[in-house]
């Protein structure tokens, strides 16, 4: 006898099959449940969501025949009764006719994808480009340390052959009022003679002050002003002696001491940084 029957599994609750069973060679392991049948259940009038496949129409490739170790063969048709989840709301207007070809719509939808695309894109470039440059932002010099850079002096608070010390940067700055006799006898100084050979104008901007800083380029320490044998400075650790122009005459430093930038806004008044 001829029966119809429907495999037992999770979604046994939400389909139905129709099939023609045939008495096997090998009896079933796995008892299904057997319901009797004459009809096909198929509905030609039914709209189907996958045109490509149904379209619409009952199967054309016939039945298929199934056999196994563990039941009885079994000749199945189609299950029609299968409630397909409707997707309308999420696809595009314009595919959402069956008998409609796609390609008609293919440039409007391609215009949508090209614009979302360019659209995010220039918005991840902008991101970008806000991260990079906050990032070399953070590594830029804080204000305060921006305001340590400088140092403004005024000239005539230093009396003419007198050196005085400022702090700058953590470092010692001497700035030193020459005579018109220590300009002279700097400028007569024959290079050839020198360690470290550098002309006196080639040190400083204007002859009647001398900016440097107060470190011993021997080993770091700060120089007495003047002091020593050329009357300039004197560094009293290991016996170095610079002249007015701060140029190493003696001792074992091998360096003059070095010369900041700086430059004059007005007559009374040096910026150094």
Known sequence: MMSLAARSGAFSPYMQATAFAVPGPLKSLIPGV???????????????LC?????????????AVTVSLNAGAGVRFAHTDVRIPDFSDYRRQDVQDPNKSSQESGDARKTFSYLVTGASTVMGVYAA???????????SASADVLAMSKIEIKLTDIPEGNNMTFKWRGKPLFVRHRTEKEIATEAAVN????????HDKDRV???????????????????????????????????????????????PAPLNLEVPYYEFPDENTVIVG
């Open 51 to 63: 045109r490509e496949s149904l379209n619409g129409q009952s199967p054309k490739t016939g039945p």
């Open 129 to 139: 480009k806000t991260v990079v440059t906050q990032f070399v932002s953070s590594m």
């Open 191 to 198: 290079i050839a003679e020198l360690r470290d050979p550098e």
């Open 34 to 48: 057997v319901v009797k049948g004459e009809t096909v259940l198929l509905d030609p009038k039914k709209q189907f």
């Open 205 to 251: 901007k204007n002859p009647s002050w001398v900016i440097v800083l107060g470190v011993c380029t021997h080993l770091g320490c700060v120089p007495i002003a003047n002091a020593g044998e050329f009357g300039g400075y004197y560094c009293p650790c290991h016996g170095s002696h610079y002249d007015a122009s701060g140029r190493i005459r003696k001792g």
